[in-house]
C-alpha cells in the first residue's frame, strides 16, 4: 500500500486559538468551566476536555450565574451574549476572526436595508450565529433550487453572505444561481469562506487523481471535514469519514493500492498520525507527505484572556 498524506491539513488558526484559549481559561480559572456550544466539531477534542473538567452546555440557562463561559469558535448570536450578560457570567469570546468578519458584514448590509441570502447548511451553529445578528434581514440558502423558489422582486435589493465551511465549487454554484437571478445582488469585497477550507479542498482535488480510496479524518457534524468527503466522492473515489483508525474498514482496501489521507479543520493531528501507523502496521504502507499550500496563519488569543495572561 501506498499512503499520501495531504498537507494542509488538520487544525486551521481559528481552531489552535480556540483551543489555546480553552487551555489558558483552565490555567486561570480552573473547573467547572463552561463552553457553549462544543468548541470545535470533534468527537477527540471535546471528549479530552470534557475528562479535565469542561462542561458544553447547549443553553445559556446550563450555566450558574457568576460562572465562566467561552463561546465556541463557531460564534454566538447577539442573544447570547445578552443571555450572558443577564446571568452574570465572565464571557470569553473564542469565535474565529474569519467568522466575526461575516456577522460584521451581515450587520452592516442589515443597517442598509438589504436581504441578506445566507448561503449555508440549516441548523449548523455558525449559521445560527450570523443568522442572530440580523434576523429580520437574513434568509437561508442551501442550494441552487431554493434560489428559485425564493419569492423576492427581480429588483430587490439583495445581498449574500456564506458559510465559512462551504465547499468552494457548490458554493459557486449557488452564487452563480444568485447572480443570474438577482443582476444587482452584492456580496462580501473578499470571500468569506475560509483560507483553510479552501486549502484542504484544493489539497484534495489535487491529490485525489493518484488514489484509490480517501480517507478524512474528522467528526460527522463537521461541516469542512464533510465537504472534503463529498469532494473525493464527487471526484469519483470512494471515500470515507472518520474519527479514528478504529472505525476503519479492511474491505475499504479490497483491489486498492494507494490511499490518500487528510482531515478537517477541527481534527488531531494525533489522530492522523494513529491512522497512518494503522495503515503502516496492518499494509506495510509507505507514506509520503505532499504539500500543496503553505500555511502560516495565526490568530491572538481573544482580548478577555490576553489581559488576564499579562496580569498572571
Not at 468551566?33 to 471535546?46: A, C, D, G, K, S
Not at 457568576?66 to 465556541?72: G, H, K, P
Not at 450570523?130 to 423558489?149: F, K, M
Not at 429588483?155 to 449557488?174: C, M, N, R, W, Y
Amino acid at each position: 500500500m501506498r499512503v499520501i498524506l495531504a498537507n494542509p491539513r488538520g487544525f486551521c488558526a481559528g481552531v489552535n486559538m480556540a483551543i489555546d484559549s480553552l487551555e489558558r481559561a483552565l490555567q486561570l480559572f480552573g473547573t467547572p468551566l463552561y463552553v457553549y456550544h462544543e468548541i470545535v466539531h470533534n468527537l477527540h477534542v471535546v471528549e479530552r476536555f470534557k475528562k479535565r473538567g469542561v462542561v458544553f452546555v447547549d443553553t445559556i440557562d446550563e450555566i450558574p450565574s457568576n460562572s465562566v463561559v467561552l463561546y465556541s469558535a463557531h460564534g454566538v448570536a447577539p442573544a447570547i451574549r445578552e443571555a450572558s450578560e443577564k446571568r452574570n457570567l465572565n464571557a470569553i469570546d473564542e469565535t474565529c476572526p474569519l467568522l466575526t468578519k461575516v456577522h460584521l458584514e451581515a450587520i452592516l448590509f442589515a443597517k442598509e436595508g438589504y436581504t441578506i441570502l445566507l448561503i449555508g447548511h440549516e441548523g449548523h451553529d455558525e449559521v445560527a450565529g450570523t443568522v442572530g445578528e440580523a434576523p429580520g434581514n437574513i434568509r437561508l440558502v442551501q442550494d441552487a433550487h431554493e434560489v428559485e423558489a425564493l419569492e423576492l422582486p427581480a429588483d430587490a435589493k439583495v445581498a449574500f453572505l456564506t458559510q465559512t465551511t462551504l465547499s468552494v465549487d457548490d458554493a459557486e454554484v449557488i452564487i452563480t444561481a444568485l447572480r443570474k437571478r438577482f443582476p444587482n445582488i452584492v456580496g462580501p469585497k473578499k470571500d468569506d469562506i475560509c483560507y483553510a477550507t479552501q486549502n484542504r479542498q484544493e489539497a484534495v482535488k489535487e491529490l485525489v487523481p493518484e488514489a484509490d480510496v480517501v480517507l478524512v479524518l474528522g467528526s460527522q457534524n463537521s461541516s469542512n471535514s464533510l465537504r472534503l468527503a463529498e469532494l473525493a466522492s464527487s471526484c469519483g473515489k470512494p471515500a470515507y469519514l472518520i474519527d479514528s483508525a478504529r472505525e476503519i474498514n479492511s474491505a475499504w482496501f479490497d483491489g486498492k493500492k494507494t490511499v490518500l489521507v487528510t482531515a478537517g479543520a477541527s481534527a488531531p493531528e494525533d489522530v492522523v498520525q494513529e491512522c497512518v501507523d494503522y495503515l503502516t502496521r496492518r499494509y506495510s504502507a509507505t507514506v509520503e507527505t505532499r504539500t500543496i499550500r503553505e500555511e502560516d496563519v495565526s490568530f491572538n488569543l481573544p482580548k478577555e484572556l490576553r489581559s488576564l495572561t499579562l496580569v498572571n
